[in-house]
């Protein structure tokens, strides 16, 4: 997408946005993708972050709830760009600019995170993740101008984006008890506009770079939890508390981790990316995916706070902590990832049998040891 002159790479000023060849070889994430992907990570992480104090301080429905409505802001502004620049990135300086902009938009969104969840004060929130949208509807007019192919489309996806846009932000002017069923509208329409949008012509998404993509924010999401992790055990260990239960939760968690990544890798994405009509569910379905690995970091401090004897919740609580997530992302994991490649029974009875018994886990005071055990035996069957 570059030229390179006496072995520096040249980035044109403007570049005519075609649209990319859905069959081109070696496509894989752009360092500009990366670079965006470390904002999202720090709001990940601010998320991740209040939800665990929430289920510390004994809040679990409304940190639940606050989380999976930050989260969901988070992952959608993240979808969203992942399957343009899929579609359209062409790498000259007026891209790269208006990805700086979604850039700030998280970083700002990221800041607004402990408001919503200490005060449900949505503002900061609003703020950030309307200049990311902004951005992206920018994006679409220049698709629309320069491609006419996917004219029709573009134009769809920027006149969705901007009315869902205001309808967030009108959203605000609502008294706090319309809030979660607005915001459940909101939910459907920004789900509907890809739909809409892509009715009589479908981007040119690269299935490769794609699959690629949430790969590598799977190991993002769960690179949160063994930070989130770490840090808690290392407070723990300031407080020179008895270090065997944390080394068990280090130790479990670590265990956990590294299988989800197993299993998430264990069978190739892109031989799935087909169609639309497989790509929505499969892209839809990471919500769960993602917000789930993303809440095991929380569960985990959550564990060591009950160590530390500074939260609010007993052993029981701890564990559903980490036994909840887990079991979440396993029959998530099932539903878009696995039963697509038709494993037979056996393997679609190990999963669903693998969520029910992690769920179980917390009512033996040993949840995290055999959370990790259950991953063990899915990753030997898998």
């Known amino acids: 997408m570059t030229g390179t002159h006496g072995g520096r790479i040249e980035v044109p000023l403007w570049r005519r946005m075609s649209g990319r060849d859905p069959g081109e070889p070696h496509r894989v994430a752009t360092p500009l993708e990366l670079l965006s992907d470390l904002c999202f990570v720090i709001a990940v992480a601010q998320a991740a972050t209040a939800l665990h104090h929430a289920l510390s301080e004994g809040h679990a429905g409304a940190g639940l709830l606050g989380y999976a409505m930050v989260f969901f802001a988070i992952w959608w502004a993240w979808m969203n760009f992942t399957w343009f620049a899929s579609a359209y990135d062409t790498d000259d300086v007026a891209y790269r600019l208006l ?21 449900r004060d949505f503002v900061l929130v609003t703020i950030g993740y309307a ?19 996917g004219r029709r489309s573009a134009l769809r996806y920027a006149f969705g984006v901007a009315a869902v846009q ?38 040119t998404w690269h299935p490769h770079h794609i699959a690629e993509r949430y790969g590598l924010f799977t190991i993002i999401v769960l690179g949160e939890s063994l930070l989130a992790a770490t840090v808690a055990v290392q407070t723990g260990l300031e407080r020179r508390i008895d270090p065997a239960p944390l080394l068990s939760t280090a130790l479990s968690g670590m265990v956990i981790v590294f299988a989800m990544w197993w299993l998430y890798y264990s069978r190739p994405a892109h031989v799935l990316l087909t169609s639309n009509r497989a790509a929505f569910p499969w892209g839809y379905g990471h919500y769960l995916i993602f917000s789930s690995a993303a ?49 037979g029974p056996l393997l679609n009875a190990a999963y669903l049998t693998g969520a029910a018994a992690v769920l179980l886990t917390p009512l033996t005071g040993l949840a995290l040891p055999l959370t990790a ?5 899915l990753v030997l069957v898998s």
């Open 295 to 343: 809440a095991i970091g929380a569960g985990l401090a959550v564990n060591v706070d009950v160590h530390t004897h500074v939260a609010r919740l007993g052993p029981l609580g701890a564990g559903a902590a980490v036994a909840v997530p887990v079991a979440a992302f396993l029959a998530s994991l099932w539903l878009v990832h696995v039963r697509p490649h038709r494993p």
């Open 373 to 377: 055990a259950v991953m063990i035996v």
């Open 131 to 149: 200049i990311m949208r902004v951005a992206l509807v920018v994006l679409w007019l220049r698709a629309a101008q320069e491609h006419p192919e």
């Open 166 to 203: 205001a309808g967030w932000i009108a959203r605000l002017a609502l008294p706090e008890r319309l809030w979660l069923g607005a915001f459940l509208v909101m939910v459907l329409a920004e789900l509907a506009v890809p739909v809409w949008a892509e009715r009589f012509w479908s981007t």
């Open 99 to 119: 990805i700086l902009v979604q850039m700030a938009g998280v970083l700002v969104l990221a800041a607004g995170v402990p408001r919503a969840f200490q005060e």
